[in-house]
């Protein structure tokens, strides 16, 4: 048996931590009951709440719709931007036949054609958008394998590419550094996601950890920042927010109301979700998305589970 390593290198549980140790100061007087609605890349959303990538989700408790298309009913019904991860395009009509408005993040995959087919096909059946994950390029013995299918190293020129094929806003998913923000900047991508993608890399940033620095580093480009990892309530997203996100995705923290409940579940999961943030910025003295900044927020360097 070997010595019990008790450092703490899985990234969800570094990011969890850091959330936790920042706190929120209220200014009651004179605030107003807040307003979560956003325009975000032309359209108007009700609040900064953005559903995951998701892939790979099966039918729950028999019923008639799998796990992806429910929840893009729940995005469609709250009326949030909608996303989803690998998939053939089968798949991907029937999220789009949803209504949600919705962004298709494509795999790096090491077949060009197959990125510029998945992208083609998004675009003709009405995504609202189309991105790529750029933090699944690498796997354990090189170049990731996903379900059979084979990644490539993504040059600048290839995602300029990309982005220059197409008219939809371009995403792309797994930033976690000001050299990939600025370099998404550069290529023509409207919004980026920072993220690592659930603890693929060992010791990874926290998404917010890093936000601040992204934020700063974009100024003077039109480019909109999503965070994504870890966040399940109000106060995660309103903390991003704070920290110069436009929007939040949440992540596996909807997973149980999907598995049990269906679209009325998420659609419960994400309106809680907003309703914290609403409360969150009416004792912060917020009133508008737009006005939050990080001056209520104050770092204490704690956790509940100890010194980060
Ligand atoms: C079941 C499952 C499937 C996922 N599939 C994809 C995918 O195909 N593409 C993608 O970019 N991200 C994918 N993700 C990652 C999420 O989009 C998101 O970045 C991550 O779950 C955030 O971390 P959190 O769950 O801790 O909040 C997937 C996550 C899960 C749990």
Not at 161 to 189: M, N, R
């Amino acid at each position: 048996m070997g010595t019990e390593n008790t450092r703490i290198s899985d990234a969800n549980i570094i990011t969890e931590r850091y959330m936790d140790s920042i706190l929120i100061e209220e200014r009651l007087i004179d605030s107003k009951v807040a307003d979560t609605s956003i325009g975000f890349l032309g359209d108007d959303f009700d609040m900064p709440v953005m559903t995951p990538a998701f892939s790979h989700l099966n039918k729950y408790n028999g019923r008639k719709l799998n796990g992806l298309e429910e929840y893009s009913i729940a995005a469609k019904d709250c009326n949030i931007l909608n996303f989803c991860g690998m998939m053939e395009n089968d798949q991907f009509k029937r999220i789009a036949d949803t209504g949600a408005k919705t962004v298709r993040i494509v795999k790096p995959y090491a077949d060009s054609g197959k990125v510029k087919d998945q992208m083609q096909f998004a675009k003709s059946v009405g995504a609202f958008g189309i991105g790529m994950d750029i933090d699944h390029i690498f796997g354990e013995n090189g170049l990731d394998v996903v379900v059979g299918e084979k990644m490539a190293e993504q040059t600048f020129d290839m995602i300029r590419g990309y982005v220059e094929l197409t008219d939809l806003p371009f995403v792309i998913k797994g930033v976690l550094s000001v050299s990939d923000a600025v370099k998404s900047a550069k290529a023509g991508a409207k919004a980026i996601i920072v993220s690592h993608h659930h603890g693929r890399l060992p010791y990874a940033i926290p998404p917010m950890m890093i936000l601040p620095k992204i934020r700063e580093a974009l100024k003077g480009y039109d480019v909109k920042i999503i965070v994504d990892c870890g966040i399940g309530s109000g106060a995660d997203v309103f903390k991003g927010l704070a920290l110069g996100a436009d929007a939040c995705a949440v992540g596996r923290s909807m997973l149980p109301s999907l598995e049990k409940d269906g679209i009325d579940g998420v659609k419960n999961f994400l309106l809680s979700v907003g309703n914290e943030l609403r409360y969150i910025m009416s004792f912060t003295g917020f009133s508008r998305v737009s006005d939050i900044d990080d001056s209520v927020l104050h770092f204490t360097g704690l956790s509940a589970s100890g010194n980060f």
